[in-house]
T-cell receptor
Framework: AQSVTQLGSHVSVSEGALVLLRCNYS??????LFWYVQYPNQGLQLLLK??????LVKGINGFEAEFKKSETSFHLTKPSAHMSDAAEYFC???????????FGTGTRLKVLA | EAGVAQSPRYKIIEKRQSVAFWCNPI?????LYWYQQILGQGPKLLIQ????????DSQLPKDRFSAERLKGVDSTLKIQPAKLEDSAVYLC?????????????FGNGTRLTVT
């Protein structure tokens, strides 16, 4: 079975600082990986996806993620945090065969002024 | 394009009562999902439809939960009778088709509180 693990349920950064949210996956087949963002009282929105093309994936709002097979990681980064980035972020894998999306437990990002 | 619509946004009921949630996916999206998101956790899949057929309901508590997707468009999720542990946000999502690289589009969810 495929799965994702998000390290750190809460991350705080200062405005303008680098954002790094960690996601590791477990998969015996090439994974299809996604990052979603959830703002308070809203559903999840797609930030970016990796589907076996370029290993560095650029998404919306200045976020990007790099797929590293050797480290089984798909960490999300943004060079400079903005107050509007405060939200909860979920890493997900699309499971081969069942097409189910398996979500991580989420990381709540807090941006300090 | 219009997004995934869900109603109601909030619902408070007492335990042992019944409740129903409604979802209208993005037009043309063949695949529809219901997720349960308990506070502090990631979404957990309850049921997945492809058109009007169920393709995965392995994590749906079938003794109390039911769902249908008539005519392959709108869907309803019902809980009867509700338990305290059903308090959660119920998210509906749709995707264009059942392929691995097709992203999910989520509605804003229904927050259920069972007292």
């Amino acid at each position: 079975a495929q799965s994702v693990t998000q390290l750190g349920s809460h991350v705080s950064v200062s405005e303008g600082a680098l954002v790094l949210l960690r996601c590791n996956y477990s998969s015996s087949v090439p994974p299809y990986l996604f990052w979603y963002v959830q703002y308070p009282n809203q559903g999840l929105q797609l930030l970016l996806k990796y589907t076996s093309a370029a290993t560095l994936v650029k998404g919306i709002n200045g976020f990007e993620a790099e797929f590293k097979k050797s480290e089984t990681s798909f960490h999300l980064t943004k060079p400079s945090a903005h107050m509007s980035d405060a939200a909860e972020y979920f890493c997900a894998v699309s499971e081969a065969g069942t097409y189910k999306y398996i979500f991580g437990t989420g990381t709540r990002l807090k941006v300090l002024a | 394009e219009a997004g995934v619509a869900q109603s109601p946004r909030y619902k408070i009921i007492e335990k042992r009562q019944s409740v129903a949630f409604w979802c209208n996916p993005i037009s043309g999206h063949a695949t529809l999902y219901w997720y349960q998101q308990i506070l502090g956790q990631g979404p957990k899949l309850l049921i997945q439809f492809q058109n009007n057929g169920v393709v995965d309901d392995s994590q749906l508590p079938k003794d109390r939960f039911s769902a249908e997707r008539l005519k392959g468009v709108d869907s309803t999720l019902k809980i009867q009778p509700a338990k305290l542990e059903d308090s959660a946000v119920y998210l509906c999502a749709s995707s264009l088709d059942r392929v691995r690289n097709s992203p999910l589009h989520f509605g804003n969810g229904t927050r259920l509180t069972v007292t």
